[in-house]
C-alpha cells in the first residue's frame, strides 16, 4: 500500500453485530471503505455478526468505524468491537469475501 502522505497508518480487525446480515451490510462497508481510501475485507460470520478488516491512514479509519456503527436505513448496528492489528504491506484493495 503506497503512503501518500506522512500520517501514520494504522489496521483494525473489528466484528460488527446487529441485524447486519441478509440487508446488504457487506456492500455498504465495501463502499465506505472505497470512499476513505482503506484496504482489506469483510465477511459473514455463522453467528449473524460481520468481521472486517480495514487499513488506511489512522483518521480514514477511525472515520470509517465511526460510519459503520452507524449502519444503513436497513440494518441495526448493536455494537462494534474493533483492535489494532500489524499493518498488511502488500494487501491492495477492498473485497467482500464469502
Request: charge should be negative; aromatic fraction near 10%; include cysteine.
Amino acid at each position: 500500500m503506497k503512503r501518500q502522505s506522512s500520517e501514520n497508518y494504522k489496521r483494525v480487525g473489528a466484528t460488527v453485530s446487529g441485524r447486519v446480515q441478509g440487508v446488504g451490510f457487506r456492500y455498504f462497508v465495501r463502499f465506505e471503505a472505497a470512499r476513505f481510501g482503506l484496504t482489506g475485507w469483510v465477511c459473514n460470520l455463522p453467528g449473524g455478526n460481520v468481521e472486517l478488516e480495514a487499513q488506511g491512514p489512522e483518521s480514514a479509519v477511525d472515520t470509517f468505524l465511526g460510519e459503520i456503527a452507524k449502519g444503513t436505513p436497513i440494518s441495526h448496528v448493536v455494537d462494534v468491537r474493533s483492535f489494532e492489528m500489524p499493518l498488511d504491506g502488500i494487501e491492495a484493495g477492498f473485497e467482500i469475501r464469502h
